[in-house]
């Protein structure tokens, strides 16, 4: 699902914006983040080269997570009161307790591993999600969701160039 999703959002704003705002734009969407930005990156669709699709994906994937951490509570405690916003909110929440049990189990490790493995419904979004409704500090936080994110960079760097790389290039 998330392979169609990225083509359809590669094939929507293509023409429109430049390759790059694409795989940025692509990174910061949650559930897709990193991974479906470098996979737009990738030589099977964008063809942008892995150097200058690393630091964009990069960027595009932590600008959301500072939001997350420090307003999340507040916004889901917000929409929370808004009856078209409730079901949402409580969707969140039942997204984050239902992913919490490695983070609080394994702490700094647990939420760095979450981040890291790029699997459906893990990622920065949601790692911040985790740590932010576990009131887990910043100083641990933070670290863990970047190194999450180097992790996840170099796991879909080898599929998206290596693997798909070696079946279109």
Not at 117 to 142: E, F, N
Request: charged residues 10%; glycine residues 10%; proline residues 6%.
């Amino acid at each position: 699902m998330t392979d169609s999703f990225v083509q359809w959002l590669t094939a929507a704003l293509g023409g429109k914006v430049s390759k790059e705002a694409i795989i940025f734009l692509i990174s910061m969407v949650p559930i897709l983040e990193l991974r479906g930005g470098l996979l737009a990156a990738s030589p099977a669709l964008l063809n942008i080269p892995i150097l200058r699709a690393i630091p964009i994906c990069i960027i595009g994937n932590i600008l959301p997570i500072p939001f997350i951490l420090l307003l999340i509570e507040r916004v889901l405690l917000w929409m929370e009161k808004v009856p078209v916003l409730c079901r949402v909110a409580l969707w969140l929440r039942n997204k984050a307790e239902k992913n919490k049990g490695q983070v609080e189990k394994y702490g700094f490790w647990g939420l760095t591993l979450f981040v890291g493995i790029p699997l459906p419904g893990t990622g920065a979004w949601t790692g911040a999600l985790v740590a932010s409704l576990l009131h887990m500090k910043l100083k641990t936080s933070v670290p863990a969701i970047l190194l999450g994110i180097a992790i996840a960079t170099v796991i879909m760097s080898l599929l998206s160039y290596g693997l798909l790389g070696v079946i279109f290039g």
